[in-house]
C-alpha cells in the first residue's frame, strides 16, 4: 500500500463509487475543491482524469464527464470567490500571524482589479495553492463579471483536457499520476516565478526613483 502512488490509491478507494455513481463523484469533487480547499487534498484534476480513465472502460460518458466537471467547477470557484469576498477579511483577521499581512491585502486588492485576470486562468492549472486563487479574488474585490470572463474558459479547456487525457491514458495510472502532479508543480513553479520577477523589478525602480 505504501508503494502506491496517489492516483493508485484513490484508485483502490474510490474505484467502486466511479462504478456505482461516478457522475455524481466528479460533480462533488468539481464543487468542493476550491470553494472549501477539498483540493488541497484530493486534486479535482485527477478525479477528473479518472472519469476519463472510466469513460474509456465504458462506465461513464466522456462528454458528460466533460460537461459535469466544468459546470461544478465554475460553480465550486464561484462560491470560493464569494467566501473570500464577503467573509475573506473577516476570517484574516482572527488567524494568527495571517492577520499581520492585512495592511497588505490592499495591494492585492488593487492588484486583483486590475491584473488578476490571468492569475485566474492561469491559478486552473496550478497544483494545490491554485485551490485559493477564487477566494483570493474574492478578497481581493476582483470584479464578479471580470473573474468570470477568465475564469470560465480556463476551466472548459481544462476539463476537457484533462478528461481527454485519461480517456487516451487508459490502464496506465503511474503514467498519469506522474504527468499530472509535474504539471501542476510546473506551473505552480512558473507563478511563482513571475510574482518573484514582478515583486524585484518593481523594488528595483523604486530604488532607482528614490
Same mark, same amino acid.
Given at each position: =500500500?505504501?508503494?502506491?502512488?496517489?492516483?493508485? #490509491?484513490? $484508485?483502490?478507494?474510490?474505484? !467502486?463509487? &466511479?462504478?456505482?455513481?461516478?457522475?455524481?463523484?466528479?460533480?462533488?469533487?468539481? %464543487? %468542493?475543491?476550491?470553494?472549501?480547499?477539498?483540493?488541497?487534498?484530493? !486534486?479535482?484534476?485527477?478525479?477528473?482524469?479518472?472519469?476519463?480513465?472510466?469513460?474509456?472502460?465504458?462506465?461513464?460518458?466522456?462528454?458528460?464527464?466533460?460537461?459535469?466537471?466544468? /459546470?461544478?467547477?465554475?460553480?465550486?470557484?464561484?462560491?470560493? &470567490?464569494?467566501?473570500?469576498?464577503?467573509? @475573506? =477579511?473577516?476570517? +484574516? #483577521?482572527?488567524? !494568527?500571524?495571517?492577520?499581520?499581512?492585512?495592511?497588505?491585502?490592499?495591494?492585492?486588492?488593487? &492588484?486583483?482589479?486590475?491584473?488578476?485576470?490571468?492569475?485566474?486562468?492561469?491559478?486552473?492549472?496550478?497544483?494545490?495553492?491554485?485551490?485559493?486563487?477564487?477566494?483570493?479574488?474574492?478578497?481581493?474585490? =476582483?470584479?464578479?463579471?471580470?473573474?468570470?470572463?477568465?475564469?470560465? !474558459?480556463?476551466?472548459?479547456?481544462?476539463?476537457?483536457?484533462? *478528461? +481527454?487525457?485519461? &480517456?487516451?491514458?487508459? #490502464?496506465?495510472?503511474?503514467?498519469?499520476?506522474?504527468?499530472?502532479?509535474?504539471? @501542476?508543480? $510546473? $506551473?505552480?513553479?512558473?507563478? +511563482?516565478? /513571475?510574482?518573484? *520577477?514582478?515583486?524585484?523589478?518593481?523594488?528595483?525602480?523604486?530604488?532607482?526613483?528614490?
Amino acid at each position: =500500500m505504501l508503494g502506491l502512488s496517489l492516483v493508485e #490509491r484513490i $484508485v483502490e478507494w474510490l474505484g !467502486p463509487a &466511479y462504478e456505482a455513481g461516478g457522475y455524481w463523484l466528479i460533480a462533488g469533487a468539481a %464543487l %468542493l475543491e476550491r470553494s472549501v480547499f477539498v483540493g488541497l487534498i484530493i !486534486p479535482g484534476d485527477i478525479i477528473l482524469a479518472l472519469g476519463g480513465v472510466y469513460s474509456a472502460r465504458g462506465s461513464l460518458d466522456v462528454g458528460w464527464v466533460i460537461a459535469i466537471g466544468s /459546470f461544478f467547477a465554475i460553480c465550486g470557484e464561484s462560491i470560493g &470567490y464569494w467566501l473570500g469576498r464577503k467573509f @475573506g =477579511m473577516r476570517l +484574516i #483577521r482572527h488567524i !494568527p500571524l495571517v492577520n499581520r499581512l492585512e495592511p497588505r491585502l490592499q495591494n492585492a486588492q488593487h &492588484y486583483f482589479r486590475d491584473h488578476g485576470g490571468w492569475t485566474v486562468a492561469i491559478g486552473r492549472y496550478a497544483t494545490a495553492a491554485g485551490a485559493f486563487v477564487p477566494f483570493l479574488a474574492g478578497v481581493g474585490k =476582483m470584479p464578479y463579471r471580470r473573474f468570470l470572463l477568465f475564469d470560465i !474558459p480556463a476551466i472548459i479547456v481544462w476539463a476537457t483536457a484533462i *478528461t +481527454i487525457f485519461g &480517456y487516451v491514458s487508459g #490502464r496506465n495510472i503511474e503514467f498519469i499520476d506522474t504527468v499530472l502532479s509535474r504539471f @501542476g508543480y $510546473v $506551473v505552480l513553479a512558473l507563478v +511563482i516565478a /513571475f510574482f518573484a *520577477t514582478r515583486f524585484f523589478l518593481k523594488r528595483r525602480r523604486e530604488r532607482v526613483s528614490g
